[in-house]
């Protein structure tokens, strides 16, 4: 008789200590969100001059004050520009095997280093990368004198989702969105089931909002092996995309992991950038 008491005490012990734990994550997601999506690295390891390209290491003030680190790499016959966008982790300087694929492909490049990360000044944020993609963007069209429908905005992971941004406000001539996703809420909930990540999201990402938006070719890249951002994300962007009707949408199909697909795909990924780039590009 007296075993019933003692254990729905410690029923009650245990619903407290899932509550309590439940509360706590949800109130750590909410507070530190920053520090579980964005990953910063300060050191610059290697330059394009690694890979033997010319580059101008340029530096770029931003509307708020903040001075970004970015790189030129001009290609002698350019066909197009390409403004890099790329992820949440790392810099600028580990991106040299895409650098290195896009100036085979013809293509000048100017890859930025949101605030925060190589050696821009500043705290890495949503409006903050929107701001800093905004800078690189005003560079090319005001000091390099490259036009809109000669500049394609290239965005990987995080990136994705800022090129998506800057491609609504200033339409180019392509975008392509690489290993992105829809919203950081869905992440959140992909990645935490049990939380109502929509409610805790404070930082958004929200490019399932925007892609019907965008009046511009695009082309989404993902691999059904990525291991940290769904490929269903993409191609829910991909079909949301298909409701703007007056520019072709494609999709691409790789393998491999979330950071090196691009890599181990190899001559498909790059033979499906240059349709792309060939198709848009009206040289």
Do not use: C
């Not at 520009?81 to 896009?102: P, Q």
């Not at 935490?192 to 892609?211: G, H, N, V």
């Amino acid at each position: 008789m007296r075993l019933k008491p003692i254990i729905q005490r410690a029923f009650k012990a245990i619903i407290f200590i899932i509550i309590s734990t439940w509360i706590l994550l949800a109130i750590f997601i909410y507070f530190f969100q920053p520090k579980l999506i964005f990953f910063p690295h300060n050191e610059i390891e290697a330059t394009p001059a690694l890979i033997s390209l010319q580059y101008e290491d340029i530096a770029l003030t931003t509307i708020d004050g903040e001075v970004l680190s970015a790189w030129w790499i001009p290609h002698p016959e350019a066909r197009a520009t390409i403004l890099f966008l790329h992820g949440n982790a790392g810099n600028i300087s580990h991106r040299l095997d895409s650098i290195n694929i896009f100036h085979q492909l013809g293509m000048s490049v100017l890859i930025i280093d949101y605030r925060g990360y190589g050696k821009s000044t500043g705290k890495p944020s949503e409006q903050g990368t929107y701001i800093d993609a905004e800078t690189g963007w005003n560079y090319l069209i005001n000091e390099k004198n490259i036009q809109s429908n000669d500049i394609i905005i290239f965005g990987r992971s995080l990136g994705g989702a800022v090129a998506t941004w800057l491609a609504e406000k200033h339409p180019p001539s392509g975008l392509i969105v690489e290993s992105s996703f829809t919203s950081v809420a869905d992440v959140g909930k992909h990645y935490y089931p049990y939380l109502p990540t929509s409610l805790l999201a404070r930082i958004k990402y929200s490019s399932i909002d925007r892609i019907a938006k965008i009046k511009t070719p695009t082309l989404f890249i993902h691999s059904k092996n990525d291991e940290v951002i769904p490929y269903t994300y993409s191609k829910q962007l991909f079909n949301e995309a298909l409701k703007e009707t007056t520019t072709a949408k494609s999709f691409l199909d790789i393998s491999g992991s979330h950071n090196n697909g691009f890599l181990l795909t190899g001559k498909q990924y790059i033979d499906g950038l240059n349709g792309f780039i060939t198709d848009i590009v009206h040289k």
